[in-house]
């Protein structure tokens, strides 16, 4: 996972060098070892042990109150995702329990859930609304996903995810809801600064195309890009409207055309993976990897940490599930939670690759090959975390 080396990016007996918040060089460690004695810069040696980019989960809905265990025993009873959300549970369950969640839970309860994450080597999450459903819980919850990042040495996008599902105190006024959310609503959290990307849930239980549409044309009217919730169990056409809108990512993708995947090829929208949705859900048709791969398209991987779908908050299992279950190979996986989650979150430049000028962001590992990050189930192999050119505590994460 550096710039110029062979299969993932790989160089062996390296070294890297920080200053500041950023990487200022990689090379030989041979040739490390000679320039800091000349320039008496300290160094730390992690013998034996791989450094990758700090991984990046660029699709979560860390915010949440309550959870959803009684759904998981109904479905396992035989009662499907689709007709529990239509009889009123579901999203609208969760949308109940955050609004009725105080901030200071909402916070504590994201901050567990946050360090699950670093402690696995992520250094940058992002992070959804969308279980408000009202302006005032929406607020709350992107506040508390800003929070997070003043409370803890990790970085974090957050994402108006306006449209999820309809509000029952909406039921009988779709239009004035999608209206409220792409009008007033979504000004009032940019002005608030609350707001780095937008999503809908493009679906037939969720959000239309032309509903979705409106959001994404308001959402380019500011200035902002998007990521579409998209075939995740239907294939409507979101897709190809992501691209049509240059959406930085489509999600999900279990329903996808040919047609789709070239769309987004063609856009360079990311396809982001969310086998831990897929897993829990125990769906069958996996997104079309092979379509993927033929029409070029960036593919990411991430937990979609979520009280409904996936309620797991591991990238290491989401990685491993990314290969057994769609066939993503290792190095595509690793790389679906470093480069292409980075190009994903808009922040190619920035972060998800080890090269100069970017971010000092990087986990240190003791695997013997890096395949070994997909290949263990449940284990952490993660032997330290470096944020923004500072070691992060452990106790930290
Ligand atoms: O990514 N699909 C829509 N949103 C979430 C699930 C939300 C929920 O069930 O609470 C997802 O799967
Ligand atoms: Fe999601």
Not at 73 to 99: F, H, K, M, P, W
Not at 300 to 318: C, E, K, R, Y
Not at 371 to 380: S, T
Request: some cysteine; proline content about 5%.
């Amino acid at each position: 996972m550096v710039a110029g080396g062979d299969a993932y990016g790989k160089l062996e007996n390296a070294a890297l060098a920080v200053a500041g918040d950023r990487i200022a060089w990689i090379g030989p460690a041979a040739e490390a070892r000679g320039r800091a004695a000349a320039q008496d810069i300290p160094i730390e040696r992690g013998d034996g042990l791989w450094i990758t980019p700090g991984l990046i989960d660029c699709h979560t809905h860390l915010v949440y109150g309550g959870n959803r265990v009684e759904e998981f025993e109904q479905r396992l009873c035989g009662v499907a995702y689709e007709d529990i959300a239509r009889a009123g549970g579901g999203i609208q369950s969760t949308v109940n329990a955050t609004r009725a969640a105080g901030a200071e839970s909402l916070r504590a309860s994201a901050a567990i859930r946050a360090r699950r994450l670093m402690s696995e080597g992520v250094t940058t999450i992002e992070v959804k609304s969308g279980y408000g459903l009202d302006l005032a819980t929406e607020r709350r919850m992107l506040e508390t996903a800003r929070a997070l990042e003043r409370e803890l040495p990790v970085s974090i996008r957050a994402t108006y995810l306006g449209l999820h599902a309809l509000p029952a105190e909406f039921r009988d006024r779709r239009r004035e809801f999608v209206s409220n959310v792409g009008g007033p609503w979504l000004e009032a959290l940019l002005d608030a600064g609350l707001v780095d990307a937008v999503d809908a849930f493009c679906e037939d239980i969720a959000f239309s195309l032309d509903e979705t549409e409106s959001f994404l044309r308001a959402a380019q009217a500011s200035g902002l890009r998007a990521h579409v919730h998209a075939g995740q169990l239907s294939d409507m056409g979101a897709a190809e409207l992501a691209a049509r809108y240059g959406a930085l990512s489509a999600d999900h993708l279990e329903y996808l055309s040919a047609r789709g995947a070239q769309a987004l090829g063609s856009a360079g929208t990311v396809a982001v993976l969310l086998p831990g949705a897929y897993f829990t859900l125990r769906q069958t048709l996996p997104p079309p990897v092979p379509l993927l791969r033929a029409a070029g398209v960036p593919m990411a991987v991430s937990t979609d940490a979520n009280p409904g779908t996936s309620p797991g908050m591991s990238i290491l299992i989401a990685l491993n599930m990314a290969c057994t279950l769609f066939g993503l190979t290792p190095e595509e996986a690793l790389c679906g939670a470093t480069r292409n989650a980075a190009r994903a979150l808009g922040l190619a430049d920035e972060i998800g690759t080890l090269e100069p000028g970017k971010r000092a962001d990087f986990a240190l590992w003791r695997v013997e090959r890096p395949a070994e990050l997909c290949y263990n189930l449940g284990a952490n192999p993660c032997a330290g975390v470096v944020y923004g050119g500072e070691p992060r505590p452990s106790s930290s994460a």
